[in-house]
């Protein structure tokens, strides 16, 4: 008898063209170009976008599906913020981007 396996890992490389803007009072605009899918070492479930005001230990994250490239972070508060992104399989979350600062724009 033989048994085939199928191994998912989690992905091998991080979103390309990553950028954080910010267009309106007190947000940021986070986006990103999809993994190649010869990197995604799988079905690419999502991405995860981290982020947290600079020099804080807490981090955060929201998670968008796989066709999502680009999420607008509200009601942030007038700080620098460090920002990333990765994409996950079922196993796990793979190589994020490297961080990006940005201070939303002032509230009205």
Known sequence: MYVTLCFTIVPS????????????????DVSWDAIPEEKQQGKLLGY?????IKGSAVEQSKTVVSTQLALKLQDLEFATYVV??????AVGVGNS????????KEGG
């Open 13 to 28: 490389a991080a979103p390309g063209n990553f950028r954080v803007t910010s267009t309106s009072s007190l947000s940021l």
């Open 48 to 52: 995860h976008v981290y982020y947290k």
């Open 84 to 89: 990333r992104v990765a994409g996950y399989t």
């Open 97 to 104: 981007t490297a961080v990006q600062e940005k201070k939303p």
